[in-house]
């Protein structure tokens, strides 16, 4: 096994090994239902943006599973991963999808009021 963030071959293609992000914080702190609306919101709009459906569920879904899950989901819909942490991937046709942090990971200033 390489280390965090390394690449290996598969065929042709680099597989990047995906990672958890990075701590960060919101520009205010935020309770979890903020973070959830904020998150479906993300969601909901996203495949306007471009892209495949098929794809973005698939980033919904390892976005939302464990880091090996992920990774499983990641190699099996052909998804280019350019960031580690999967704030940037591709898919085989070249079309980008940005993912933002807070549907990767929780705030540091998450708060547990309603």
């Given at each position: 096994?390489?280390?965090?963030?390394?690449s290996?071959?598969?065929?042709d293609e680099?597989?990047?090994?995906?990672?958890?992000?990075?701590?960060?914080?919101?520009s205010?702190?935020?309770?979890?239902?903020?973070?959830?609306?904020?998150?479906?919101?993300?969601?909901?709009?996203?495949?306007?943006y471009?892209?495949?459906?098929?794809?973005?569920?698939?980033?919904?879904?390892?976005?939302?599973?464990?880091?090996?899950?992920a990774?499983?989901?990641v190699?099996?819909?052909?998804?280019?991963?350019?960031?580690?942490?999967?704030?940037?991937?591709?898919?085989?046709?070249?079309?980008?999808?940005?993912?933002?942090?807070?549907?990767?990971?929780?705030?540091?200033?998450?708060?547990?009021?309603?």
């Open positions: 096994m390489g280390c965090v963030g390394s290996r071959t598969k065929g680099t597989v990047r090994k995906i990672r958890k992000p990075k701590p960060w914080r919101h205010e702190p935020i309770t979890r239902a903020q973070l959830l609306k904020m998150r479906e919101e993300f969601w909901d709009t996203a495949p306007h471009g892209g495949k459906k098929e794809i973005w569920d698939a980033l919904r879904a390892a976005a939302e599973a464990e880091i090996g899950l990774q499983t989901i190699n099996s819909a052909g998804i280019i991963v350019q960031s580690a942490d999967l704030t940037v991937c591709y898919d085989e046709r070249g079309a980008k999808y940005d993912l933002p942090q807070y549907v990767l990971s929780e705030p540091t200033n998450l708060t547990g009021e309603n």
